[in-house]
């Protein structure tokens, strides 16, 4: 979600400048709205050659602004009311004329008038032709920029409209609605270095076979998408899953119980704080067999050998890391957190009743309580885990804050 609260909605403004890859910022347009923005879209002439303001108009929910020179539109919107609205402005796609006319301080349409005119930071996502990438004149233009504060998008390596391979498609707009959210974030975990575990193990049985559980991994991949919007450098350490690593974090995949304990052992000194999400493997099958397991007629007997215990390690190895861990119960939730917070000698525990709707294994909501060592207990409502990605970071956060009194 867009931070609320602090000073209401976000607001992108979004300028659209005339390539092929326009049609990917009406996608984006949509996400943005989706995740709370407020998105007020400007085009270019080029732009709306491509695609029509009335597309942008329908999923933004405001009139787009395209022209400086139009009465209606600059007493309806105004471009120095654009600049001053504008949280961060966007240009995506842009380019290679509109940032060589950025960079050479031209402001002779509405998106470069309010370029010129806004405080906010601003973000640029070029797409064009690879050889135009690569022209040393619009190479130069970007490193000006650059030291000039405007932040960029590399473009994508792949096919390219223009029928030739190379660096030049626009990122997807999932990537560039991750680094909208990233620059409009308080950076209060920069200096962090956390190490996530996510997702289950796979326990291998035979070449074909495995045993895990069902967690899908999406708690630590949403700790560590917000641990990367707000400063932090994140190592995530993750079992198989089906989603794609947040961008910016460091992504180890492994499969066993052993492999995670090993990535995150080598990690673990540099660490300011391990949170271990993932769903580790109790136990593993006591032999792998090399062939496949034929049926049989009669019962197949699996002997399981438990695996080590990956945290409690981490607990007695302690160096003034932060250790979180997450407890999963089907019952006696708070006495078994509890325990688990002791035994483990952990900092504080996310525990939660995998028995109650919107809090099972799989799903995009958790209802969770954080409990302490100091005992405090703080049970929370149905959120996303994305908001309690969060709100167990302002938990370390203030546990750090204590901690320094102390
Ligand atoms: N954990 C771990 N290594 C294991 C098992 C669990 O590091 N072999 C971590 C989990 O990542 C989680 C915490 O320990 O953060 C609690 O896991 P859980 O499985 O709920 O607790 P267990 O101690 O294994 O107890 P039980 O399965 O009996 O509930």
Same mark, same amino acid.
Request: hydrophobic share 40%; glycine share 8%.
């Given at each position: 979600?867009?931070?609320?609260?602090?000073?209401?909605?976000?607001?992108?403004?979004?300028?659209?400048?005339?390539?092929?890859?326009?049609?990917?910022?009406?996608?984006?347009?949509?996400?943005?709205?989706?995740?709370?923005?407020?998105?007020?879209?400007?085009?270019?002439?080029?732009?709306?050659?491509?695609?029509?303001?009335?597309?942008?108009?329908?999923?933004?929910?405001?009139?787009?602004?395209?022209?400086?020179?139009?009465?209606?539109?600059?007493?309806?919107?105004?471009?120095?009311?654009?600049?001053?609205?504008?949280?961060?402005?966007?240009?995506?796609?842009?380019?290679?004329?509109?940032?060589?006319?950025?960079?050479?301080?031209?402001?002779?349409?509405?998106?470069?008038?309010?370029?010129?005119?806004?405080?906010?930071?601003?973000?640029?996502?070029?797409?064009?032709?690879?050889?135009?990438?690569?022209?040393?004149?619009?190479?130069?233009?970007?490193?000006?920029?650059?030291?000039?504060?405007?932040?960029?998008?590399?473009?994508?390596?792949?096919?390219?409209?223009?029928?030739?391979?190379?660096?030049?498609?626009?990122?997807?707009?999932?990537?560039?609605?991750?680094?909208?959210?990233?620059?409009?974030?308080?950076?209060?975990?920069?200096?962090?270095?956390?190490?996530?575990?996510?997702?289950?193990?796979?326990?291998?049985?035979?070449?074909?076979?495995?045993?895990?559980?069902?967690?899908?991994? #999406?708690?630590?991949?949403?700790?560590?998408?917000?641990?990367?919007?707000?400063?932090?450098?994140?190592?995530?350490?993750?079992?198989?899953?089906?989603?794609?690593?947040?961008?910016?974090?460091?992504?180890?995949?492994?499969?066993?119980?052993?492999?995670?304990?090993?990535?995150?052992?080598?990690?673990?000194?540099?660490?300011?704080?391990?949170?271990?999400?993932?769903?580790?493997?109790?136990?593993?099958?006591?032999?792998?067999?090399?062939?496949?397991? #034929?049926?049989?007629?009669?019962?197949?007997?699996?002997?399981?050998?438990?695996?080590?215990?990956?945290?409690?390690?981490?607990?007695?190895?302690?160096?003034?890391?932060?250790?979180?861990?997450?407890?999963?119960?089907?019952?006696?939730?708070?006495?078994?957190?509890?325990? #688990?917070?002791?035994?483990?000698?952990?900092?504080?525990?996310?525990?939660?009743?995998?028995?109650?709707?919107?809090?099972?294994?799989?799903?995009?909501?958790?209802?969770?309580?954080?409990?302490?060592?100091?005992?405090?207990?703080?049970?929370?409502?149905?959120?996303?885990?994305?908001?309690?990605?969060?709100?167990?970071?302002?938990?370390?956060?203030?546990?750090?804050?204590?901690?320094?009194?102390?």
């Amino acid at each position: 979600m867009a931070e609320k609260g602090e000073k209401g909605t976000r607001t992108v403004v979004l300028g659209v400048s005339g390539g092929i890859a326009c049609y990917k910022a009406v996608e984006l347009v949509r996400l943005l709205v989706r995740e709370g923005f407020a998105v007020q879209v400007m085009m270019t002439r080029g732009a709306m050659e491509f695609v029509t303001p009335l597309t942008f108009q329908a999923l933004s929910g405001r009139p787009v602004a395209t022209e400086i020179f139009s009465l209606t539109q600059e007493s309806e919107i105004g471009h120095i009311n654009l600049a001053d609205q504008a949280d961060l402005l966007v240009i995506a796609p842009a380019t290679a004329n509109i940032i060589g006319k950025i960079a050479s301080g031209v402001a002779d349409d509405l998106l470069t008038t309010v370029l010129m005119a806004t405080r906010a930071p601003v973000l640029i996502a070029p797409s064009m032709n690879v050889h135009m990438y690569e022209n040393p004149i619009l190479q130069e233009n970007i490193r000006k920029l650059k030291r000039l504060g405007y932040h960029f998008m590399e473009p994508v390596e792949g096919y390219l409209a223009c029928g030739y391979e190379g660096k030049g498609r626009l990122p997807e707009p999932q990537d560039i609605v991750e680094q909208i959210q990233g620059l409009l974030k308080k950076k209060d975990l920069a200096g962090e270095r956390f190490l996530i575990t996510a997702g289950p193990n796979h326990e291998p049985l035979d070449p074909v076979r495995y045993i895990s559980n069902r967690s899908s991994g #999406k708690m630590g991949y949403a700790l560590a998408r917000s641990g990367v919007r707000r400063g932090a450098e994140v190592t995530l350490v993750s079992g198989p899953t089906s989603l794609s690593p947040p961008a910016g974090v460091r992504l180890i995949p492994v499969q066993t119980a052993a492999e995670m304990r090993q990535a995150i052992l080598q990690g673990y000194s540099g660490a300011t704080a391990v949170l271990m999400a993932a769903a580790v493997a109790d136990y593993h099958p006591e032999k792998f067999v090399a062939k496949k397991i #034929k049926k049989g007629k009669g019962t197949l007997r699996l002997n399981l050998k438990p695996n080590p215990d990956i945290l409690r390690e981490l607990g007695m190895k302690k160096n003034g890391q932060i250790l979180v861990g997450f407890a999963a119960e089907t019952e006696s939730l708070i006495a078994n957190a509890k325990k #688990k917070l002791r035994e483990k000698n952990l900092d504080l525990i996310v525990a939660n009743d995998v028995t109650k709707e919107g809090s099972g294994f799989d799903g995009d909501t958790n209802i969770a309580t954080l409990l302490d060592r100091r005992g405090a207990v703080h049970p929370l409502p149905l959120m996303s885990k994305d908001e309690l990605a969060d709100r167990i970071y302002d938990y370390l956060i203030a546990l750090k804050k204590r901690r320094e009194k102390e």
